[in-house]
């Protein structure tokens, strides 16, 4: 499973299945949540924290993109709030949950599959706002996400993004590190499962119907934001909440940026 065409198949079967098993990042906004952000009242999650409102600015009237961004949480709040708001991905499941919540609160926003590197059905500055929370790992080349984003975006647009430090995917795995409490590197940024993993263990990942995920490298993630022509305004850290590995207790391994389209 090398071709990109399988492993974005593959990534788009796995989160249907969390989707539909209403896992974290597929659980929509409640109606209260909504009918309070009608009223002024919300908060829209990049990082485990809430992002300052300042880094989107004023959303009515503005055109919206979420991108690789569905589950019911992001999109509903920023349609409440008054944007016109579109929300692409993969997984056909994540974006009944934004269906959902939209008929449900009698949201405008529309809703498109498809891969986040690839935006060929929307025209050059088609939108004012980019909202890309953490998902960018879960393609092969990032800065394809950063060119096609810098290319929709009208001038002046805005870029929130979000994304993982790689140093998380560096580790050796093996349990007993993590009862130790050891980072024992292993892997070299960037990081990929598809090659790095040996096949047995590609094979039981495809058979569990876990996404294959890719580890990119800074120069990537914020390197190519300036590459693509942004300019970076605004950046944040934040630890994570729920650690999942030994490093995570030990620095903050969650970043989000806020990159502008000056021209």
Known sequence: ?????????H???SWDKQALA???WSMP???ETVAKAKEGEWELYALPTPIDKKWLGEVKGKRVLCLA???GQQAPILAAIGGKVTVLDLSTEQLNKDKQVALRDNLDLTTVEGDMTNLEMFADNSFDIIVHPISNHYVSDVTKIWRECYRVLGKGGRLISSFYNPVIFIHDRDPKYTVEGIVKPMYKIPYA????MTQAQIEEKRNKEEAF??????QDLIGGQLQAGFLIKEYEEAFQ?????????YLPTFIATVAIKLQ
């Open 1 to 9: 499973m090398t071709k990109s065409k399988d492993y974005l198949e």
């Open 11 to 13: 990534n788009k079967k």
């Open 193 to 196: 499962d598809l090659t790095d």
């Open 241 to 249: 909440p729920n650690p999942r590995f030994v490093v995570d207790h």
């Open 69 to 71: 961004s569905a589950g």
């Open 29 to 31: 906004v409640s109606a």
């Open 22 to 24: 209403n896992q974290q």
């Open 213 to 218: 995920v890719f580890g990119h490298s800074l």
